[in-house]
């Protein structure tokens, strides 16, 4: 069952051009939905579910694990400067060692999402 999405359509108001947004449930360059990549990242979702057809296969699930292991030092730097930055978070998160994508992973089931909203 293929599910059809829109793309939103946003006049800045500083700009005064058009941007196109992809709803929360797309991750971009990716052709699965977040529910399902986050639920690999979380092991909800394995090699051995065969709930439907539309799973992704198991060199998919693991490219996104190295993915998310590759790439964990800079969400985290991406999420610290964007608490500070946008947030008005202190400066002393930049220097704290608390990893805020293990936090972020462990508060909300929709996690990905979140992280989407500030990388992209």
Do not use: Q
């Not at 929360?24 to 057809?53: M, Q, R, T």
Request: with cysteine; charged share 30%.
């Amino acid at each position: 069952m293929k599910r059809r999405f829109l793309i939103r359509r946003l006049k800045c108001s500083n700009c005064g051009r058009l941007h196109r947004e992809l709803p929360d449930c797309l991750v971009p360059y990716k052709h699965y939905a977040s529910e399902v990549i986050s639920g690999v990242l979380d092991g909800i979702v394995s090699p051995d579910d065969e709930d439907s057809a539309d799973f992704p296969c198991e060199m998919t699930m693991r490219r996104w694990h190295c993915w998310l292991e590759a790439n964990r030092i800079r969400i985290d730097g991406y999420l610290k400067s964007t608490g500070c930055r946008l947030l008005g978070f202190s400066t002393e998160l930049l220097e704290s060692r608390v990893p805020l994508l293990d936090k972020l992973r462990s508060s909300r089931p929709e996690w990905l999402e979140t992280l989407l909203r500030f990388l992209y």
